[in-house]
């Protein structure tokens, strides 16, 4: 996946997290510790994930170091 892609998938993801927070608003629980039924099962620790590579690729491509 490109570097473009994953920043149109985070911006997906914060498309949705707004849509859910707005429609049924969203608990600190729910956004840390979410059940497994939940829309937000994994979603802070997937939006991260790509977030860091994101990062990381950022760092590559003009020679520093994170």
């Given at each position: 996946?490109?570097k473009?892609?994953?920043?149109?998938?985070?911006?997906e993801?914060?498309?949705k997290?707004?849509?859910?927070?707005?429609?049924?608003g969203?608990s600190?629980?729910?956004?840390?510790?979410?059940?497994?039924?939940?829309?937000?099962?994994?979603?802070s620790?997937?939006y991260?994930?790509?977030a860091m590579d994101?990062?990381?690729?950022a760092?590559?491509?003009?020679?520093?170091?994170?």
């Amino acid at each position: 996946m490109t570097k473009q892609e994953k920043i149109k998938q985070l911006i997906e993801m914060q498309k949705k997290f707004i849509e859910t927070e707005q429609t049924s608003g969203v608990s600190m629980k729910e956004y840390f510790k979410p059940d497994e039924q939940s829309e937000l099962h994994g979603y802070s620790e997937d939006y991260m994930k790509i977030a860091m590579d994101i990062v990381d690729e950022a760092h590559s491509e003009v020679g520093s170091k994170p």
